[in-house]
């Protein structure tokens, strides 16, 4: 089964404004986590969110969780050029420790200046 | 800030050749997993190793595959008699403990291309 499908595939929106991406999944989790990969280099790690929480801040980002939809939100506010990435959710394959991930396919956003 | 650092960046190997990939995680991290990311595709589980051994691997981890913890600093990825489809992307990271959750550490990765 898939796991962690991120919606939508690719998002432009003009510099200053906000930049919402869903990640949905289908097992039960303790923590789900989102990545930033800049083309060419490797996973940026964003934010965690636990099982328990329904929202998480950090920045100019916020996270929601619905483990009743088993979907999660990442809200990027007063986007700039330098947030253009692609944003992977990810999920622990096991539920949780030290387990590896599973990445959903992405959201590639570009920022317009 | 600590980096888990891979060489080399780029890889190029004739179809049939061994390649090590080599990665050197952070240093006090206990946990290292390797990644494979196919050009265009999203970013897939190889497998994760722990006190000198495999704890959890994916059905792409086959008998090609294996990994190493030779010395105190570096964890490699030997892929026996590569095949086209093994040109990727791949991704060395690395989790400091097992308590639960933990973000891991990234690599900037190695771009192998099978020829």
């Known amino acids: 089964s898939q796991q962690g499908e991120e919606d939508p595939q690719a998002l432009s929106i003009q510099e200053g404004e906000n930049a919402t991406m869903n990640c949905s999944y289908k097992?039960?989790?303790?923590?789900l986590q989102w990545y930033r990969q800049n083309s060419g280099r490797g996973l940026v790690h964003l934010i965690l969110?636990?099982?328990?929480?329904r929202e998480k801040h950090s920045g100019r980002l916020r996270v929601t969780l619905d483990t009743s939809k088993k979907s999660s939100s990442l809200l990027i506010t007063a986007s700039r050029a330098a947030d253009t990435a692609s944003y992977f959710c990810?999920?622990?394959?096991?539920?949780?420790?030290?387990?590896?991930?599973?990445f959903g396919k992405g959201t590639h956003l570009i920022i317009q200046p | 800030e600590p980096e888990v650092t891979q060489t080399p960046s780029h890889q190029v190997t004739q179809m049939g050749q061994e390649v090590i990939l080599r990665c050197v995680p952070i240093s006090n991290h206990l946990y290292f997993y390797w990644y494979r990311q196919i050009l265009g595709q999203k970013v897939e589980f190889l497998v994760s190793?722990?006190?000198?051994?495999?704890?959890?691997k994916s059905e792409i981890f086959d008998d090609q595959f294996s990994v190493e913890r030779p010395d105190g600093s570096n964890f490699t990825l030997k892929i026996r008699s590569t095949k086209l489809e093994d040109s990727a992307m791949y991704f060395c990271a690395s989790n400091k403990d097992r308590v639960s959750n933990q973000p891991q550490h990234f690599g900037d990765g190695t771009r192998l291309s099978i020829l």
């Open positions: 990810a999920t622990p394959n096991s539920g949780g420790g030290a387990d590896g991930l599973t």
């Open positions: 969110i636990r099982s328990n929480e």
């Open positions: 190793f722990y006190n000198n051994e495999i704890s959890e």
């Open positions: 097992t039960s989790i303790n923590n």
